[in-house]
């Protein structure tokens, strides 16, 4: 039968078309998850070390001076941004890439750093469709395939080996395993 052939045409271009997609949503979606659960940040590498050799000031004595020593000190002079105090005992100053938290009763001192982690922040991106404009009706496009793709997939194949065969089962489990998420979580 022709529409047979076009169903395996369609099904084929379209995997084709849509496959570095297919990657950049998989991947990222797993990352998110994971991200969501607070194992790890996806988009960012956070790193906290303690500051040694920092004195304790008073908010009064906590100048210029004073925050030109403690991102000396940290060896991130040149990422200083500004500074506020959270609170009468605290400091924090903002670097390009991170901050530095003071006790200024202790002298107690933490730097954070942050660093793009690579793939994984640029593959989110579109993820989150932060792009906007074009990539929105494109992702559109994607999910749209995606659902042509299923249909497809379902009456590719005759017989035993398609949905009237074993596929019926996996067809239902498919449908099945999310149904009970939603009865579970909602």
């Known amino acids: 039968m022709k529409w047979r052939k076009r169903n ?9 078309m849509f496959f570095g997609m297919a990657i950049i949503y998989g991947v990222s979606g797993i ?3 994971h991200h969501i659960t607070r194992h790890w940040n996806p ?11 920092i004195e304790p000031a008073d908010r009064s004595e906590a100048g210029k001076e004073y925050i030109n020593e403690i991102v000396t000190i940290a ?3 040149e990422n200083y941004k500004s ?10 100053i903002y670097l390009k890439d991170g901050h530095i938290i003071v006790d200024l009763e202790t002298g107690e001192s933490s730097i954070t750093t942050l660093k793009n982690r690579k793939f994984f922040r640029e593959i989110n991106f579109l993820h989150y469709n932060k792009p906007k404009q074009l990539w ?39 449908i ?10 909602l």
């Open 8 to 16: 395996r045409w369609l099904h084929r271009k379209l995997g084709y």
């Open 31 to 33: 990352a998110l998850n």
């Open 43 to 53: 988009s960012h590498i956070e790193r906290s070390e303690t500051l040694v050799g």
């Open 75 to 77: 060896g991130e002079k």
């Open 83 to 92: 500074y506020y105090f959270p609170t009468d005992q605290s400091l924090m």
């Open 136 to 174: 929105t009706y494109f992702s559109d496009l994607f999910a749209f395939s995606l659902v042509i793709m299923a249909i497809s997939g379902l009456i590719m194949n005759r017989g035993k080996k398609g949905i009237k065969g074993s596929g019926i089962i996996l067809v239902i489990i498919g």
């Open 176 to 185: 099945t395993i999310p149904l009970i998420f939603l009865i579970i979580y």
